[in-house]
């Protein structure tokens, strides 16, 4: 029988360019792998911090100490003052109004229906239709701000109140 083999040295030159292509493909596939998770590293970093220390907001009080937050029930509507921290402009507000049956409503104020952007260290009045049509048992004001080309909310700066006055 005549059979033909690949010389050892034909085999040898094959397996070393079949290792440095297999070697430069997973090479190319780690560094791109590796740039991805760089760059979502630095953005949850960039939301973490924005949203964990930057974007303060806080309810306005007035002289005698009260907050300017309260519900008109002849209106069905929500009033508050808030004031926005030093640091970054919002671009938003997400209000959460709940009463004690835990129904709820969910307000977005922006560019589009509200007083935004807010400056930084800047106050504005809000008034808002709740929906709910009863007297609010929680209002969650949370602020949302610009990071990079995107509109986060930040829920870690969320104000809770569960004192609603009537105004």
């Known amino acids: 029988m005549n059979t033909k083999a690949v010389s050892?040295?034909?085999?040898?030159?094959?397996?070393?360019?079949?290792s440095i292509v297999i070697g430069t493909m997973v090479m190319n596939w780690s560094t791109i792998f590796t740039k991805e998770q760089?760059?979502?590293?630095?953005?949850?970093?960039?939301?973490?911090?924005?949203?964990?220390?930057?974007?303060?907001?806080?309810?306005?009080?007035?002289p005698d100490g009260t907050e300017e937050l309260c519900y008109d029930n002849a209106t069905d509507s929500l009033k508050f003052t808030v004031t926005n921290g030093p640091t970054v402009k919002l671009y938003g507000l997400v209000v959460t109004i709940k009463d004690e049956n835990d129904n709820y409503a969910v307000k977005m104020l922006n560019e589009t229906n509200a007083n935004f952007p807010l400056d930084k260290a800047y106050t504005s009045n809000y008034n808002i239709t709740t929906g709910i049509g009863a007297q609010p048992y929680e209002v969650r004001i949370m602020p949302t701000v610009m990071i990079g080309s995107e509109l986060v909310t930040c829920g870690e700066q969320k104000i809770v109140r569960n004192i609603i006055v009537p105004c």
């Open 38 to 62: 760089s760059e979502q590293a630095g953005q949850r970093i960039e939301t973490a911090t924005t949203c964990g220390i930057d974007a303060y907001i806080s309810i306005w009080r007035n």
């Open 8 to 18: 050892p040295l034909i085999a040898i030159i094959l397996i070393v360019a079949l």
